[in-house]
């Protein structure tokens, strides 16, 4: 199970990299954009923070020639273990089968439905980030995809990971992990959401109180409960 940030913000990547095991980014144009900076210093910054852990950036460019042409700068400009993340549209398919061959790594990008997810492992994909929430949002069960490719795939032994992405609910996030994800890709503000109870805040200070109101500080000699 991998837990990747879906983020552009440096100082949140750098907190989640520094608290926690964090498996990468997913960037998008939308994101980004998000940071108004120069956006070639801004993926160096990011590669920096990120410590060899994976980054995956996202082509703006939407025609086969262009997608290619893209794909071969980000990988100049951030190196070779970079995933080129390419929405799976027409041009899209035929760019994630050129570029896998050519020893790229891809991450195919805006799934929605089990097909796409299918044609894109297919093409050469090494992750697929299928939309859980737009799919939901949209009238399908976002969840319920992950379980349909899950299960073709297992089916076909296909290797491809399933990379949730999209998410807008904890419970939308618990249960497509259920179903099968793979990876998953999670804004900040829910990663740190994900990770909270409120009792596991309540049972520390307890544990805290209980053992001041006897010896009066804890081991160490301080007194954190006023
Ligand atoms: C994933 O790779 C995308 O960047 C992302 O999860 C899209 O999420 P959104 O629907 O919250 O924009």
Redo the contacts with the bound molecule.
């Keep these: 199970m991998e837990y990747l940030l879906?983020s552009a913000d440096v100082n949140s990547i750098k907190e989640a990299v520094e608290l926690y095991t964090l498996h990468g980014i997913?960037?998008?144009p939308?994101?980004i954009s998000r940071e108004n900076k120069n956006y070639k210093k801004l993926f160096l910054e990011l590669k920096a923070v990120l410590k060899g852990k994976d980054f995956?950036i996202q082509v703006t460019e939407v025609t086969f020639d262009g997608i290619i042409e893209e794909a071969k700068l980000i990988k100049k400009l951030v190196g070779d273990s970079v995933y080129i993340?390419i929405p799976v549209t027409d041009d899209g398919f035929k760019a994630i089968k050129y570029l896998s061959k050519n020893n790229f790594l891809i991450t195919a990008?805006a799934i929605c439905n089990v097909n796409q997810a299918v044609m894109a492992a297919l093409c050469g994909a090494k992750y697929l980030?299928v939309?859980i929430?737009?799919i939901t949002k949209n009238g399908g069960d976002g969840p319920e995809v992950i379980r349909a490719i899950k299960k073709i795939f297992i089916d076909n032994n296909i290797k491809t990971k399933i990379l949730g992405?999209?998410f807008?609910s904890i419970s939308q996030l618990n249960i497509s992990i259920l179903n099968g994800c793979d990876a998953v890709?999670i804004?900040p503000e829910m990663f740190k959401k994900m990770l909270f109870s409120e009792i596991t805040k309540k049972s520390v200070g307890k544990f805290t109180e209980d053992f001041e109101s006897v010896y009066g500080v804890n081991t160490t000699g301080r007194n954190l409960i006023k």
């Design positions: 879906d997913t960037t998008n939308t994101l995956h993340k990008t980030a939309y929430n737009r992405a999209s807008k890709t804004n």
